[in-house]
């Protein structure tokens, strides 16, 4: 099995900062492209920012400029710098991945979510 695990999250105040971590851990498996996702209350979750293996990156336009995603393939880990941030940021943000493990294929991963809350 692969599990993903999301730290970084909490409470800040509007135009503060945090970074977000995602470790994937496991057995014999790499991790190809990786995504964050976000879900508000009593909204759909969205996507956020990707990143292929490579490093070519994406996001959804409210955060460009505000948000940088990177990763760290040797430590398995992708990060995303939230700067400037807005009360409509707050949501559960959570990390996705896609997985090759040896003698499975390609799956996607999802981790358990970690908590922003942007508020003064």
């Known amino acids: 099995q692969v599990q993903l695990v999301e730290s970084g999250g909490g409470l800040v105040q509007p135009g503060g900062s945090l970074r977000l971590s995602c470790a994937a851990s496991g057995n014999s498996f790499r991790t190809n492209d990786m995504r964050w996702f976000r879900q508000a209350p009593g909204k759909s979750r969205e996507l956020v920012a990707a990143i292929t293996r490579g490093g070519d990156t994406n996001y959804v336009d409210s955060v460009k400029g505000r948000f940088t995603i990177s990763r760290d393939n040797a430590k398995n880990t992708m990060y995303l710098q939230m700067s400037s941030l807005k009360p409509e940021d707050t949501a559960v943000y959570y990390c996705?991945?896609?997985?090759?493990?040896?003698?499975?294929?390609?799956?996607?991963?999802w981790g358990q979510g970690t908590q922003v809350i942007v508020s003064s």
């Open positions: 996705n991945a896609d997985v090759w493990r040896l003698g499975y294929g390609t799956s996607a991963y």
